[in-house]
């Protein structure tokens, strides 16, 4: 009987981990099953290099055939406020301002800050030059939502729901909680 309940867990780890890249306590959630089981699995995974795990601030966990970039990226969208800019600006016709984005987001305007300087780091966005302010706008939207799609395939499908709601602006979308 106990084999009965540990295969479907067991496969259900590396099903999970193979679609997508994870954390840890996502893949818990999602498994239902305890944590000290899902770490059994994933230390049998990993011995056999049947998955990878990347420790940072998070533990994240994702297939072998995955570009590092591609779990840079999740790791960088585990942010809400990276994750917000970087889809208001994929959202926008044109670009825009530290100002609007504070504005459309509704975080801080350090927040907003720091979520800018590490998506101009990692040369995912750009920034134009105006006196006296500068706008930011996706340096390539193409090569964005092809990482959407591998990372987050959720919102990368149902990103035509995606809207900047107005009068007052903010993110409506259920798949972005």
Do not use: D, W
């Given at each position: 009987m106990s084999k009965q309940i540990q295969t479907p867990c067991?496969?259900?780890?590396?099903?999970?981990?193979?679609?997508?890249?994870?954390?840890?306590?996502?893949?818990?959630?999602?498994?239902?099953?305890?944590?000290?089981?899902?770490?059994k699995y994933l230390s049998i995974y990993i011995e056999k290099n049947s998955i990878k795990q990347k420790k940072g601030k998070f533990r994240i966990l994702y297939s072998p055939e995955l570009d590092e970039k591609i779990v840079d990226f999740y790791e960088l969208m585990l942010n809400p406020t990276t994750k917000a800019i970087l889809l208001v600006l994929l959202k926008s016709k044109s670009a825009l301002s530290q100002i609007e984005l504070v504005a459309i987001?509704?975080?801080?305007?350090?927040?907003?800050?720091?979520?800018?300087?590490?998506?101009?780091?990692?040369?995912?966005?750009?920034?134009?030059?105006?006196a006296p302010?500068?706008?930011?706008?996706?340096?390539?939207?193409?090569?964005l939502f092809e990482m959407l799609e591998k990372t987050y395939p959720n919102i990368a499908t149902n990103f035509e729901q995606f809207d900047l709601c107005y009068p007052k602006p903010k993110i409506c979308l259920d798949v972005y909680q």
């Open positions: 067991r496969e259900l780890v590396l099903e999970k981990i193979l679609q997508k890249p994870t954390t840890f306590m996502k893949l818990v959630s999602e498994c239902q099953c305890a944590t000290e089981t899902v770490e987001i509704e975080k801080s305007n350090p927040s907003i800050s720091r979520g800018l300087k590490l998506l101009l780091e990692r040369k995912i966005i750009k920034r134009n030059y105006h302010f500068s706008t930011y706008q996706i340096s390539n939207k193409t090569k």
